[in-house]
């Protein structure tokens, strides 16, 4: 369930601490910008060619997960 785990790095020193593909400085909300912006997942992985398909899947992944456990308060 977790694979996605395995592209994902946390570092506080590295974009501020955003989740990161690994070895990379490229962010998963960056990954989640280009995809809805319009980018196409080739598109993508020929503008960063240290990308990957099994990234963009990780990217998405992961913001499913975190969707799962967003609490919604009423302001």
């Given at each position: 369930m977790k694979e996605y785990?395995?592209?994902i790095s946390i570092n506080p020193e590295i974009?501020?601490?955003?989740?990161?593909?690994k070895g990379t400085r490229i962010a998963?909300?960056?990954i989640l910008q280009w995809l809805s912006s319009g980018?196409?997942?080739q598109e993508i992985l020929e503008d960063f060619p240290s990308l990957?398909?099994?990234h963009i899947m990780a990217a998405l992944a992961f913001?499913?997960?975190r969707e799962?456990?967003?609490?919604?308060s009423a302001a």
């Open positions: 785990l395995q592209y974009r501020f601490g955003k989740p990161c593909i998963v909300v960056d980018m196409t997942h990957k398909e099994e913001a499913a997960y799962m456990y967003i609490k919604l």
